[in-house]
């Protein structure tokens, strides 16, 4: 789990640099239109760093008529903008107890998780949530078949007539709250 977190971290890392990149391509392209001319070796290198941020995460562009862009993240233009005409968004996590939220100036702004439906990101957020439930159902099978167990255990006596004794210690098992309790 801990690897998964790091690769979001990490992801996220690439997207607050390509999206840097992107707004400082922003102010250059729409200062070149105000000349008259098509900053084409620009348009070239924005359309490049679009194409690594979408590997990472989905987002809809909005050009406007000066050649600048505004994103925003998810597959509908409405919400925060990940990249405007006040510059780029920075992309971070929120942890709390198991669960793990994107958010924009991570510690300001609410949680944007449910707009990040695909590229990597939501690859890996996807395969935490679902690995966070896989290890939540080994856990309570542990415990279960450690109550079973011990409980069967103890019904018998052992060589010297003694009553049974718990077989295994579950002491290190302990019951958590599911990540969508609040």
């Known amino acids: 789990q801990q690897s998964v977190e790091s690769a979001i971290d990490a992801a996220l890392s690439q997207v607050n640099v390509i999206t840097t990149q992107l707004a400082r391509l922003n102010t250059e392209i729409a200062r070149s239109a105000t000349g008259g001319q098509k900053p084409n070796d620009l348009l070239d290198q924005r359309d490049k760093l679009l194409q690594s941020l979408s ?100 019904l018998g006596v052992d060589q010297d007539g003694k009553p049974g004794k718990e077989l295994f210690s579950a002491d290190s098992l302990k019951a958590k709250a599911g990540p969508g309790n609040t």
Request: no cysteine; proline share 2%.
């Open 55 to 154: 590997n990472l995460t989905g987002f809809t562009m909005v050009e406007a008529n000066n050649g600048s862009i505004t994103l925003y993240l998810g597959d509908t233009a409405s919400g925060q903008k990940l990249i405007g005409s006040e510059g780029a968004h920075q992309l971070g996590t929120i942890k709390t107890g198991s669960r793990l939220d994107i958010a924009f100036d991570p510690n300001s702004n609410p949680s944007i998780t449910t707009q990040i439906k695909s590229g990597t990101i939501a690859g890996l957020l996807d395969f935490r949530r679902e690995a966070t439930t896989l290890m939540q159902n080994v856990d309570r099978l542990a415990v279960g078949f450690v109550d079973a167990v011990n409980k069967q255990h103890m």
